[in-house]
Nanobody, 112 residues
Framework: VQLVESGGDLVQPGGSLRLSCATSGLTFSNAYMRWVRQTPGKGLEWVAG????????QYAASVKGRFTISRDNAKNTVYLQMDNLKSEDTALYYC??????RGQGTQVSVSS
């Protein structure tokens, strides 16, 4: 199983980013997928999840209304659209399977 995150960057508060996670080696169309993030101070935090067919999504309270998780099963890829970014969103973002397999992560930094 391989998961490769991309799209992280340095942005100003209020800005937007779209993260991507390309996967291989798993039956993606059957897989519940998650985004999690890690900061030195808070540890690992669950951010969002999406069912295998994309029909249901879930969000942490801290990002609800600002982040949108989606997926393209034809491309074996899951996305995280992040709008109205805040400094507290600064973290290393991972996509993850239900059994906690993760990629190398992509860094998101929000600062003026």
């Amino acid at each position: 199983v391989q998961l490769v995150e991309s799209g992280g960057d340095l942005v100003q508060p209020g800005g937007s980013l779209r993260l991507s996670c390309a996967t291989s080696g798993l039956t993606f169309s059957n897989a519940y997928m998650r985004w999690v993030r890690q900061t030195p101070g808070k540890g690992l935090e669950w951010v969002a999840g999406i069912t295998a067919d994309g029909s249901r999504t879930q969000y942490a309270a801290s990002v609800k209304g600002r982040f949108t998780i989606s997926r393209d099963n034809a491309k074996n890829t899951v996305y995280l659209q992040m709008d109205n970014l805040k400094s507290e969103d600064t973290a290393l973002y991972y996509c993850a399977t239900i059994d906690n397999r993760r990629g190398q992560g992509t860094q998101v930094s929000v600062s003026s």
